[in-house]
């Protein structure tokens, strides 16, 4: 029904610069809140950034000054930019994305879905 698709990961060095994009498409209504989430080998996934439906933004603390996410709700897409990059960014982001569909029981049940990862490496 619905697919989020992730681009613009890679390797970069430290304090160098990525932009990742998460590009939703399918049976799509309306997306509410949208989101990157990350997990670094061992470690439980988090959430980095979220943005509503508003432009309302929320950052992990370890991430507020080096992070901006931003969204074109007219192509379905909701961005990162991440600066100043250092080793301990490196792992696996995520999208996540509360989207209601032609197949959600109401406009009030929106369903989550989750992009497929795309790894972010930081090493010199």
């Known amino acids: 029904q619905v697919q989020l698709v992730e681009s613009g990961g890679g390797l970069v060095q430290p304090g160098g610069s990525l932009r990742l994009s998460c590009a939703a498409s399918?049976?799509?209504?309306?997306?509410?809140?949208m989101a990157w989430y990350r997990q670094a080998p061992g470690k439980e996934r988090e959430l980095v950034a979220a943005i509503s439906i508003t432009g309302t933004r929320n950052y992990a603390d370890s991430v507020r000054s080096q992070f901006t996410i931003s969204r074109d709700n007219a192509k379905n897409t909701v961005y990162q930019q991440m600066n100043s990059l250092k080793p301990e960014d490196a792992a696996v982001y995520y999208c996540?994305?509360?989207?209601?569909?032609?197949?959600?029981?109401?406009?009030?049940?929106?369903?989550?879905?989750w992009g497929q990862g795309t790894q972010v490496t930081v090493s010199s």
């Open positions: 996540n994305a509360e989207i209601v569909t032609y197949y959600s029981p109401s406009y009030d049940s929106p369903d989550d879905y």
């Open positions: 399918g049976s799509i209504v309306s997306i509410n809140h």
